[in-house]
């Protein structure tokens, strides 16, 4: 390659990382909104990409993806949810085009204000402890449901306490990225799509029509 190839490659390299890099959220949180997070400060939300919609995990991330629960009236990560929740923050890591959803949620007792208030406190405590944890806060959204959609219908601590949760709902990536990552067809596919099949066939003129001696005519067609 001349010199005149090799810069024209370079820019073109760099033109390309950029680009990428444009369409592709972060994955770790900068130290200082670690830092920030760690310390208790308020990081804000970002607003989630066009295209993105959040469903339940898959069977095999939800083993990871874990419910949190909370202590009554009560938004503090308790000791038992911060395994949970570094488990959860490798699995981001792993998962560099993955956004979470936090919900939160409470149990049935207190108004419907107040409940969506502490779920809200509840959602932004886990994104802020998964912050910490390096997860970028691009890819970590938040919303409140307080009482409205409880996992257990009875009235007693048992069930209050599977109530009093942050869950998680995912997003695998938007259309841009599952198209990105859909495999190329296979070979015999291409050479199929690339090869110009063409067939020839002699065919007879009307009498009248009838071709000099020693002249051929054929059809061509695909």
């Known amino acids: ?52 919609a959040f469903v339940e995990p898959r069977p095999e991330d939800a083993l990871i ?52 208030a502490l779920g809200e406190r509840r959602a932004l405590s886990v994104r802020s402890h998964l912050i910490g944890l390096g997860v970028s806060e691009r890819r970590l959204h938040t919303i409140s449901y307080g009482k409205e959609k409880p996992l257990c219908l009875e009235s007693n601590e048992a069930c209050w306490q599977r109530n009093r949760r942050a869950q998680f709902r995912v997003s695998y990536g938007t259309d841009r990225d599952r198209r990105a990552e859909l495999p190329p067809p296979p070979a015999e596919v291409r050479r199929q799509i690339d090869r110009e099949v063409v067939r020839e066939e002699r065919v007879s003129l009307p009498r009248d029509e009838e071709a000099p001696r020693g002249r051929a005519i054929h059809r061509y067609y695909q």
């Open 1 to 52: 390659m001349d010199r005149a190839g090799l810069v024209l490659f370079v820019i073109a390299a760099i033109v390309f990382f950029n680009g990428c890099a444009r369409h592709r959220p972060d994955v770790m949180a900068d130290p200082d909104t670690r830092l920030a997070a760690l310390e208790g400060y308020d990081i804000p939300l970002a607003e989630i990409t066009e295209g993105r």
């Open 65 to 116: 993806l874990k419910n949190v629960h909370f202590d009554f009236d009560d938004s503090s990560i308790r000791d038992d949810a911060k395994p949970v929740l570094e488990g959860i923050a490798a699995w981001m890591t792993n998962n560099p085009r993955a956004e979470l959803m936090i919900e939160g949620h409470c149990d049935e007792r207190g108004t419907r204000e107040y409940n969506l």
